[in-house]
C-alpha cells in the first residue's frame, strides 16, 4: 500500500493510499487556511466559509448538493480548525468522479447568497450559544485566548455574535479568494482509488484555480497569563499549561509522549489517571494535551471537579508534572511507543482517517511521512530526553491558565509557575 504524490502546475498537491480490498473511497480537499489566516475584521470567516460551501453554487443549490452525493450513498463533511479548513466526502470507489466534481463546484463556484446568508448566521449565532453554555468547551477558549493574546490564533475558531453578524457575501468572497489558492491546497484520497486516474480528473476539475499569492498568516508569540469566570456550574473546569513545541521543532515528538505518559486522552494507566482519579478520586476526567502549531504550541493539563476539592485537585496535578521532570521510565516509555505505532497501524484500516492524516502531514511538514519514520523517531527517544522536556517546558517561562466555575479556591497562575519551579 503505497503513497503516490502529484504536483500540478497550479501549485495543488494530490495524493493518494490505494486500498485495493475496500469498495470505497475517501477523498477531501484541505486547505492550509484556518482560523489564525483571519483579520481581526475577520473573526470566525473561515468558519462561516466552512458552512456556507454547501449552500448553494453557480450549478447546483443547496439541495441539488445534498441530493448529488446522498443519491450514491455517500456523504459530505467539513471542518475548521485554527491552521487548516478541509471539506471531505466519502463515496463507493465508481462515484469519485462525482465527489471531486462536487468539491471542486464548491470551493471555487460559491455563490454565498445573502438570504442563504443569513439563514447560515444565525445557525452559527446558535453555535456560539451552545458553545458558550458548555464549560468543557468554552474553558479551552479561553485557555487559548490566555496563551496568545490579542493574536488570531489566540480566538475562537467560531467568532463572536457581533462579528458573525457583520459578514457579507463581498467579505466571505474576499477572504476566500485571497487563501483559498493552489499551492496553499491540498487534496488527498484513501481508498479503492487510482492515483492516474484522480490526478486527470483533479487537473481539469480545479483548472481555473489561482494558483498562489495568500499571505502567511501573523507569527505566534506564546505570552501565557490567566483567564477566569466565576459561574454558577456544578463544577470548576480548569486547565493548565505552557508553551509547547511546534511541529519542526526539536522536542515535538518528545512533548508528545509526554503528554502521553502524563495522561493522554483515554489512558487509565496514565500517570495524572491513576494519581488524581483512581487513588485520590479528586475527579471523573483528567488528561493531558500538546497542540502543535506551525511556530508554537500548547502543551496542557485538564480536568474538571468540585468547587471544594480546587485547591487539591492543583496541587496534585502539578506535583505530577513536576515528578515527571525527575524521572520517566523505561516501561511507560515502551507502552507510549506501542501506543503510537497501534495508533498509526489502525489509521492505515479506516480510509478516511488516513486521507485526513495524509492531508496534515503535506499541510505541516511538506511531505507524507511514512510509518517507519514516524516509527523510528519515537524509537529514538529516550526517557532523559522526555525527562528534559518535561523541565524545559514546566519550569522555563509563563504558565496559562483558564477555569470556569466556581473557581474561588483556584490558585493564581503565577502561584502555579512558583509551585513548579521550587
Not at 500548547?298 to 515527571?324: I, Q, W
Not at 514516524?374 to 529516550?382: H, S
Request: charge should be negative.
Amino acid at each position: 500500500m503505497s503513497v503516490q504524490s502529484t504536483t500540478l502546475d497550479n501549485g495543488m498537491v494530490v495524493l493518494t493510499h490505494n486500498m485495493p480490498h475496500l469498495e470505497s473511497a475517501s477523498l477531501g480537499v484541505w486547505i492550509k487556511a484556518g482560523a489564525r489566516s483571519e483579520r481581526k475584521t475577520e473573526h470566525g470567516i473561515s468558519h462561516l466559509l466552512e458552512h456556507m460551501a454547501f449552500k448553494g453554487t453557480t450549478s447546483r443549490n443547496a439541495l441539488q448538493i445534498a441530493e448529488a452525493i446522498e443519491n450514491v450513498g455517500g456523504d459530505l463533511n467539513a471542518a475548521t480548525s485554527i491552521e487548516y479548513t478541509g471539506y471531505f466526502a466519502r463515496v463507493l470507489k465508481e462515484d469519485v468522479v462525482l465527489a471531486v466534481d462536487i468539491l471542486a463546484d464548491i470551493l471555487q463556484n460559491s455563490l454565498f447568497d445573502e438570504e442563504e446568508l443569513t439563514r447560515e448566521k444565525q445557525v452559527i449565532v446558535q453555535e456560539i450559544g451552545a458553545a458558550r453554555d458548555n464549560p468543557d468547551d468554552q474553558v479551552f477558549d479561553l485557555f487559548q485566548e490566555a496563551a496568545f493574546p490579542s493574536q488570531p490564533i489566540g480566538r475562537t475558531i467560531l467568532g463572536t455574535v457581533d462579528s458573525v453578524r457583520d459578514f457579507n457575501s463581498d467579505t466571505i468572497r474576499k477572504y476566500m479568494n485571497r487563501n483559498y489558492v493552489g499551492d496553499r491546497m491540498v487534496l488527498a484520497a484513501a481508498g479503492n482509488i487510482s492515483h492516474e486516474g484522480l490526478v486527470e480528473v483533479v487537473r481539469e476539475r480545479f483548472a481555473d484555480l489561482k494558483p498562489n499569492g495568500a499571505p502567511a498568516p501573523q507569527r505566534a508569540q506564546y505570552q501565557g497569563g490567566q483567564e477566569r469566570l466565576v459561574s454558577d456550574h456544578e463544577q470548576a473546569h480548569i486547565v493548565i499549561g505552557f508553551e509547547g513545541r511546534a511541529y519542526n521543532a526539536d522536542g515535538f515528538y518528545a512533548a508528545q509522549m509526554l503528554a502521553s505518559i502524563l495522561g493522554g486522552e483515554g489512558g487509565m494507566s496514565s500517570r495524572l489517571f491513576q494519581e488524581i482519579r483512581e487513588k485520590r478520586g479528586l475527579c471523573y476526567s483528567v488528561y493531558s494535551f500538546h497542540w502543535a502549531f506551525a511556530d508554537s504550541g500548547v502543551f496542557g493539563v485538564a480536568a474538571a471537579t468540585g468547587e471544594s476539592e480546587v485547591a487539591d485537585l492543583v496541587h496534585v496535578m502539578l506535583d505530577e508534572l513536576k515528578r515527571a521532570t525527575e524521572n520517566i521510565t523505561e516501561e511507560e516509555m515502551i507502552r507510549v511507543r506501542n501506543q503510537i505505532r497501534a495508533g498509526l497501524l489502525m489509521s492505515l484500516e479506516s480510509p478516511s482517517a488516513r486521507a485526513g492524516q495524509l492531508a496534515r502531514q503535506q499541510i505541516l511538514w511538506g511531505r507524507p511521512i511514512p510509518m517507519q519514520e514516524t516509527v523510528n523517531r519515537i524509537n529514538a527517544i529516550t526517557a532523559k530526553r522526555v525527562q528534559d522536556i518535561a523541565e524545559q517546558i514546566f519550569t522555563q517561562g509563563t504558565p496559562t491558565l483558564a477555569g470556569i466555575g466556581p473557581i474561588s479556591n483556584l490558585a493564581d497562575f503565577q502561584a502555579i509557575g512558583e509551585h513548579l519551579k521550587r
